[in-house]
């Protein structure tokens, strides 16, 4: 069975920085795209970034761009979300995700229907 286990969530003040991890296990062959979502309660799921494995082609979302850096490190079998210079609105829990090839497109990436798995959550609080 897949699994994907955020962490590295925390607190912050604004303008301060955090690192969340994704350890995938299990079986997760041909889910070539990887993203990071993000929830706030009452609101629906936010793709903030994705990364295609293969190709290495990612995508932001305008509101993370210059400040957010997707990643992964194969030989951990862990994807990143490198965060700086955080802003109160970017306070949320943050989801990994993983889905086929075809996720990682400009119209698709940040759609949640379009990947098959996901982690728990890991969450993320900015203070101003």
């Known amino acids: 069975q897949v699994q994907l286990v955020e962490s590295g969530g925390g607190s912050v003040q604004a303008g301060g920085s955090l690192k969340l991890s994704c350890a995938a296990s299990?079986?997760?062959?041909?889910?070539?795209?990887m993203a990071w979502f993000r929830q706030t309660p009452g609101k629906e799921r936010e793709g903030v970034a994705s990364l295609h494995l293969l190709a290495g082609r990612t995508y932001y979302v305008d509101s993370v761009k210059g400040r957010f850096t997707i990643s992964r490190d194969n030989a951990k079998n862990t994807l990143y979300l490198q965060m700086h210079n955080l802003e109160p609105e970017d306070t949320a829990m943050y989801y990994c995700a993983a889905g086929g090839t075809g996720a990682c497109t400009l119209a698709a990436y940040n759609l949640s229907q379009s990947y098959d798995y996901w982690g728990q959550g890991t969450q993320v609080t900015v203070s101003s």
């Open positions: 299990g079986p997760v062959t041909n889910r070539y795209c």
